[in-house]
């Protein structure tokens, strides 16, 4: 008998109907023979609701009571799911993530899992019961307040709880068939991946896929659980990730697929002068604002050499297109201090990305990208590389032209065409 | 410094709007110098919108998933309104029934308070922080499993915290005014009652009076928590529920006031065998449903006597309406077995009680009551008496005129009309 961890997000129970078709499939892997333990997100807009009405009594609602209020919106989805399991004749036990051992730190909001104690979920599963446990929400170790997991919560739950059980498998329900070499829906002939390393899924998620979040992959690479992608809409097989590129056969095709990004943003700083300490001192401010920055590139100085004049340099980052307005703020609070001109704040770009092992090895495989982006007419703005990735920051209206460019180039598309449901945007 | 625990129903707490007006008296307490507990129930129509969606999933949903999925509704409103009072430069913390230390029976749906361990709700104090506390629910001291209190039951969670933390008063805020010696919306001169003892609110509540709950009144008495009913509307004083009929003086004036009840059906059992543990069946049988029965009147016996046949008799008994089809179907199971003729339902009923002190040593006060009713033209259908109360059941259609008619013979009104608040019913 294995132990199954299954997760599913709001749209998958966004109303009573749906609620009923996951509880069948849940009944379906109970049947099969498996301990079943169900992650679920709060219903279709929910949380959006919760939030308005926060806003309506209170223009800056407190964290505690925001993660105390949003924290219904899975009660609510949990026993409604609890309730339709049990009308199929099945035991099925919801439990808060308090109840279900979510420990975390006390940072409302985005709060992080310490430990996982699952001493509630192991005693259902004894009795033979299906455990419903909410995602996206724990309880603070210190405090006992109910604390927020933030964006990718419920993903990240359902790996927890995979790991803290030893779980055979984590399965994240979602409403595409898994992975792709692309978006299927700007490359039609994007080809379905069977399965993927932790490193590659990282590296995809860091570049925008959308299909994991990237802290609920740290986590189950970190305590080697393997995530089963798969569509809550259909019964096809989805991708599994899992083993490190380590383990890859030489033989190992070397691209991995092409992501994209376009809720980014990119801040450059003018003019900054050309001596130690001005970056630290400009991402110390950022980090600050407690706001994560993706790429960054720093000209070459504009200083004249021997003129007795310190040099001056561009540094441009690309952030999270909604943490613009606070790190412009933060910014232009040090202005003085650091002595730069001006800031300029960019909302208009995209980030098209190729992840595949050996890249440093092959260095042809970043001209050949550069190569395609080019014949498409693409202007490069921002380059950055890794191990396994190559990234480029160019206008947001040129960015699917991009996207099909170097997913052509590397010959990554299948025979078939991938099959995008249709309305089930997460 | 005094402690007062506040405790706001539903249509207080309805929308946005309401919630800051509620913050806002809220605060006025803590303003004047008191330590403040609030207990809230959940806004509006949460509960009956959460029982729908039950309903939809489920027709017969588990007592625990529905008292999960119903807890959802505090939750809300309870984060709501402390977001409202920080919004007004107070701290503020909100706490669900189990954080708040309410330990329930596991009894779902209807669950008994045990004990109360407030320790977080002192701290939260101590710190000089209003504590919001989610009404109706508990947690179970067994199971562990979240509970519900049933009925009333955010008025009961008000009153044994303020139990607990030896509270200086509960402040229940209702639609109304306080206690009146009518309902004001049936006789308009009813008079405002200022101090109430717990065995005259108790009997009213029992008899229909909705302004209290009997559980709460109950629980008030054992602990001896004063309770000052007052209306969210106005700043009227309310009524104080406190003290003993014992310590009444004996010139306190005899009749406390007049209730009435239409929630109530009435059953008879046709032609019952008049021999002994018939109506001992009967009766377990009906609380082997778990059913709460008021009234029960037996009428003489038919039997010939000398005839050698066994007599017969009618057992008629009363009980809330919405248990009328589970008590039908559980004694249609005995008919056989008990060996009565027929089972009559009749749910156009109503009852009206007069409370007061000393009526078994005034027997005039019956003599009158009945004589106002016959009057009117009511005619009785059923009497039941206490110390401090005599009942009868008439027609639904007659009630209104006999609750008028007894006020009147007992000269209970006012030289004032009561306010009665437009569409604020809970």
Same mark, same amino acid.
């Given at each position: 008998m294995a132990l199954v961890v299954q997760k599913y997000g709001g749209s998958s129970v966004a109303d009573a109907e749906r609620i009923k078709r996951v509880a069948e499939r849940i009944v379906d892997a109970r049947k099969a023979g498996n301990d079943v333990v169900v992650v679920v997100s709060a219903m279709g807009d929910t949380t959006d609701e919760l939030l308005d009405l926060a806003h309506q009594v209170s223009p800056l609602p407190a964290g505690r009571e925001l993660d105390m209020l949003l924290t219904a919106g899975e009660r609510i989805s949990m026993a409604l799911l609890a309730m339709a399991i049990q009308n199929l004749g099945y035991e099925a036990r919801s439990y808060t993530g308090s109840q279900a051992g979510v420990l975390t730190t =006390? +940072?409302?909001?985005?709060a992080r899992i310490?430990?996982?104690?699952?001493g509630r979920l192991r005693g259902a599963l004894d009795e033979g019961a299906i455990a419903i446990v909410a995602g996206f929400q724990g309880v603070s170790q210190d405090t006992k307040d109910i604390t927020t997991l933030g964006r990718g919560g419920s993903d990240t739950t359902a790996v927890a709880l995979a790991a803290a059980l030893s779980a055979d498998v984590c399965e994240i329900y979602t409403d595409v068939d898994g992975v792709f070499t692309a978006d299927p829906r700007i490359v039609p002939n994007a080809r379905h991946i069977k399965q993927i390393t932790y490193e590659e899924m990282l590296e995809l998620a860091a570049c925008g896929?959308? +299909?994991?979040?990237l802290r609920c992959v740290e986590y189950a690479r970190r305590f080697k659980v393997p995530i089963h992608v798969r569509s809550s809409y259909s019964h096809n097989t989805g991708t599994i990730v899992t083993g490190s590129m380590e383990d890859l056969p030489v033989e190992q095709a070397l691209i991995t697929g092409v992501a994209h990004d376009r809720s980014e943003a990119k801040i450059t700083i003018v =003019? +900054?002068?050309?001596?130690?300490?001005a970056a630290a001192k400009i991402f110390e401010t950022v980090a600050g604002a407690e706001i994560d920055i993706d790429m960054i590139v720093q000209n070459v100085s504009t200083g004249q050499p021997g003129a007795h004049q310190t040099g001056r340099t561009d540094i441009s980052f690309t952030l999270p297109r909604a943490d613009g307005p606070v790190a412009m703020a933060a910014l232009n609070r040090v202005q003085a201090e650091i002595g730069f001109e001006t800031l300029l704040f960019d909302d208009h770009v995209g980030k098209v990305s190729l992840i595949g092992a050996g890249m440093r090895s092959h260095p042809g495989v970043a001209a050949k990208f550069f190569g395609a982006l080019a014949e498409a007419g693409v202007n490069i703005e921002m380059i950055s590389t890794s191990e396994i990735r190559v990234s480029v920051v160019c206008r947001d209206t040129d960015l699917d032209d991009a996207v099909r460019a170097v997913h052509d180039a590397f010959d990554l598309g299948g025979s078939e065409e991938a099959v995008v449901y249709a309305g089930t945007g997460r």
């Open positions: =006390s +940072v409302h909001g985005r310490i430990d996982v104690t699952p896929a959308k +299909v994991l979040m =003019s +900054v002068p050309d001596e130690p300490g």
